[in-house]
């Protein structure tokens, strides 16, 4: 620590020392930030061969005696309200902006910069509106910006766009990039609500937020818009050129239409390059087929569809916003800044950190299950099998044993059990004695039934 305290803000520390980390905002993605390096600390060290050490040195709020819910002790000494004082620190080696707006954060992040400390920030509103004198100044003083966290919340999409696609020349993206306004729409498509009748609910949840109007004016996604689209085609995007319009003007009567028309209605944004390379850009209610895979994107999750010439389409899908979510992205985009400021970025192989890691033996995995027997067609074949099911302790949840059209009269039959989540090994050694019945013509088929999520 005093080593680096020493090297201030040179860009090369020592690989192996803790980096300080500057959190300008300690509110919803801030404290998330907080928890996630407390409890994944060590994991974050470990798997960066010990390159990447993150600690918080300073947090500047804007009332640092406010009571903070779901957080641990914070040293008193830690807070500020001296944005300038956070960025001067030599104690903080990589600045997080997550106060919102434009105005104090431009002059943090510009600031920071200036400074040469790199930047993390989820500020999609900053980045949209002023990112062309930020990302100038970035190139200026040679010292990065992150923002993983502006669009899309815990959906690693910035980082597809930058790395994973980098061969490819996108052709365009589709994407439900706004959870409350997805969440508005799917209350008054499932629920019959009205417009101001779901958005009362969102806010009441804590889906939306008191002054909700970037959400619902389609403001919010279309910065996030910008944010993919100036990053896939490589130019500034003037907001005023894109065509923007909210859910505000949804009507129960839409929605109804949308139905009988086997549509749903959701806020997309759709960005496309057509063979001028000219660039599309728009956010607004469309109507999308229910059998569209973006149709069943409900709730407060968003899912961006990334079409690449070479990659050809990929759908990522998750958590657009929240605490843990958005601060999972800042957490990786401090990560890759430390890489860097360590100059470990060469390490992204696998580093082994575990000495008793262990893969779980197959027996010990339990699921429900599907299994499938070619039995002799008499009376009695369900009871023998289940006899032995139960003296394993195997709960049956249903049995079936679908006719053969072609032949009705055969002497094999398929019979099918489902069976209740229990242990693989156990399901194994009651297959193996239901195997040796004598209506058993062949070995049982065995699917698992998943409950993913
Ligand atoms: N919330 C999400 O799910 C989400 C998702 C993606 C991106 N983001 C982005 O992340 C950023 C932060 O969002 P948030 O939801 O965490 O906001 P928030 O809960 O309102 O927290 C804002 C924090 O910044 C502090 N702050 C605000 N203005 C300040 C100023 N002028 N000087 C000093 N401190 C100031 C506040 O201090 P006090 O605590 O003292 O009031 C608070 O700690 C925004 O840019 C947002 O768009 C949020």
């Given at each position: 620590m005093e080593k680096l305290r020493r090297l201030g803000t040179l860009r090369f520390v020592n690989a192996c020392s803790s980096l300080g980390i500057g959190l300008a905002g300690f509110g919803t993605v801030g404290s998330g930030v907080w928890n996630t390096l407390e409890r994944n600390g060590e994991l974050i060290t470990g798997r960066t061969g010990g390159c990447v050490q993150l600690h918080i040195a300073k947090i500047l709020v804007r009332d640092p005696a406010k009571a903070r819910a779901n957080i641990g002790e914070v040293p008193?000494?830690?807070?500020?309200?001296?944005w300038r004082a956070l960025v001067a620190d030599p104690a903080v080696h990589i600045v997080v902006e997550l106060i919102g707006g434009t105005t104090d954060a431009f002059e943090i992040v510009a600031a920071a910069l200036r400074a040469k400390k790199p930047v993390v920030t989820g500020n999609k509103a900053l980045l949209a509106e002023r990112g062309v004198e930020l990302f100038a100044l970035s190139k200026e003083t040679n010292t990065p910006i992150h923002f993983e966290a502006a669009v899309a919340g815990g959906i690693p999409i910035i980082r597809t766009v930058q790395d994973s696609f980098i061969g490819n020349r996108i052709l365009s993206f589709s994407g439900i990039i706004n959870g409350t306004s997805n969440y508005i729409l799917g209350r008054m498509t499932d629920a019959g609500l009205t417009f101001e009748a779901a958005l009362a609910e969102a806010q009441a949840l804590g889906y939306a937020e008191a002054d909700p109007a970037l959400d619902v004016n389609g403001w919010d996604a279309a910065h996030k818009a910008i944010l993919l689209a100036t990053l896939a085609y490589g130019f500034p995007i003037d907001p005023a050129s894109i065509h923007v319009s909210g859910i505000e003007q949804v009507r129960p009567t839409d929605i109804h239409f949308a139905k009988s028309l086997g549509y749903v209605v959701k806020l997309l944004a759709v960005i496309r390059e057509h063979p001028d390379r000219s660039v599309e850009i728009r956010v607004q209610p469309s109507f999308i087929a229910k059998s569209n895979i973006l149709a069943s994107v409900h709730g407060v999750f968003n899912a961006v569809a990334v079409h690449g010439d070479a990659a050809g389409e990929s759908l990522f899908y998750g958590r657009g916003a929240g605490q843990d979510p958005t601060a999972s992205s800042v957490v990786a985009d401090l990560v890759e800044a430390g890489r860097a400021l360590g100059n470990a970025s060469g390490h992204r192989g696998f580093l082994p950190y575990r000495e008793n890691g262990h893969v779980l033996p197959v027996r010990e995995t339990s699921t429900a299950y599907y299994v499938r027997f070619d039995v002799t067609d008499r009376p009695g074949v369900i009871a023998e099998i289940a006899k032995i099911l139960a003296e394993h302790r195997i709960g049956i949840s249903g049995t079936h044993s679908p006719v053969n059209p072609a032949n009705p009269d055969a002497e094999f039959v398929d019979m099918v059990f489902l069976l209740h989540t229990c242990p693989f090994g156990k399901l194994q050694d009651a297959l193996a004695e239901v195997e040796k019945l004598d209506c058993i013509n062949s070995e049982p088929v065995v699917f698992r039934i998943e409950s993913l999520g």
């Open positions: 008193a000494a830690m807070f500020t309200t001296d």
